[in-house]
């Protein structure tokens, strides 16, 4: 070995080598870009990687309680079986009467009100809505809805063939703060005879302010007159389709009720003598839907719109005895109306054009299959009711000309066609 050469490093003060570099790990396309946020608008790219799967633990539990405290009793109860831990939230929600106020029960009536009360145990007496449809309603059912859920408000039963007078007894006698009972569907059901309830109501009178009667067929006039004499603070009232009540049973509401809404759609026994025993609930009325009653003409339109001014709604649809007097009437007496239908009625451009001066507040207007009207009478609705919203013109010869004047001064009119050239 020559002098000059170098034996191995640290022996001749020779200079250590540094190690070579670790390899550079294989980079992983997919993980990288899972970890971007669509916020920092990788949309493309973001789409290309596996999602990412959020877990509900991320939130706190009483931020989970806060959110499913806003849900009813019915939800909550298909909630809690989702996972288990949601079931734990949903049995201490449970707990709380907030939950318990409304509730919506499927099933006999008293399968289900047994089955609830049980559920609610001290919550009971927080229950303040219950509303069941389609349901077998027995007298034994009633009488225990009514024994358990004793501080209900709001009552609804609807589409319920079994529900008849003797049903609905218990419930109008025993729920002392009842103040909304919808029944709609129930085709078989009456109002009690007053002679049985006077008895057991003595001196009291249910809080009642609010009936709905749809499409119960089996409501009489002396059903009608029982439940005026029963519900003295009634104040919405709706019989649509109620086709046994005629004028001997309409005649006693302003004897006992201050009506603000009644609606007696398709009752064809209401007449225009209805219309005058109606006129004195006078400025109380607000909302009237006497839609296909064909025997109400414009004699009792003009006495109803003279004495009850303040009408903000009028539905006299289908009333083909309704023309020009009768819209007349309704524009000079009703000048604060909002909404009018006059569909299927002999109105022509004469009554539109006094219609569009005396109610330039007008929001919705429905014409549909009204045959006398054309463009003039549209232009002049258009040009005073500037403020419409809602327009029907279906099945009426209204040509362009009066759609564009529509479309130029109503500038948020929606209007309903059947016209192709119009789009």
Known sequence: MSSGSCPGPGVCGGARRRPPPPPEPALSLAADLSELSLDQGYHTLADCGPPRRRRDNTLSDALWLKILSYLEISDLCRMSRVCRRWA????????????????????????????????????????????IKNCAVTVAGAQLLAATFRHLTHLAITGSTSMDARALAPI????????????????????????????????????????????????TDAGLCALLHTC?????????????????????????????????SDCTGVTDFGLYELAKLGPAL???????????????????????????????????????????????????????????TDVSEAGLQILARCCPNLKKLALRGCELIGDDGLEAVAYYCRGLTQLNIQDTPVTLRGYKAVKKYCKRCVIEHTNPGFC
Do not use: M
């Not at 949903?90 to 499927?106: I, Q, T």
């Not at 004495?307 to 903000?312: A, D, G, S, T, V």
């Not at 009333?319 to 524009?331: L, M, N």
């Open 88 to 131: 734990r939230f949903v049995s201490r929600l449970s707990a709380r009467p907030e939950p318990w106020r409304r509730v919506r029960a499927a099933g006999p009536l008293e399968v289900a009100a047994r089955c609830a009360g049980a559920r609610a145990g001290p919550c009971v007496n927080a229950v303040r809505e219950w509303r």
């Open 172 to 219: 109008v006698t025993d729920l002392v703060d009842l103040r909304h009972i919808d029944l709609t569907g129930c085709s078989n059901v009456d109002w009690p005879e007053w002679s049985w309830l006077e008895s057991r109501l003595a001196a009291r009178r249910p809080p009642v302010e609010y009936i709905d009667l749809t499409d119960c067929s089996s409501v």
């Open 232 to 264: 003295p603070s009634l104040q919405y009232l709706y019989l649509r389709r109620c086709t046994l009540v005629t004028d001997a049973g309409v005649r006693w509401i302003p004897s006992y009720c201050a009506l603000k809404e009644l609606s007696v």
């Open 286 to 344: 607000r909302y009237l839907s006497v839609a296909k009653c064909s025997q109400v003409s414009d004699s009792g339109i003009r006495t109803l719109t003279r004495r009850c001014y303040k009408l903000r709604y009028l539905n006299a649809r289908g009333c083909g005895a309704v023309g020009d007097d009768g819209v007349e009437a309704i524009a000079r007496g009703c000048s604060r109306l909002r909404a009018l239908d006059l569909g299927a």
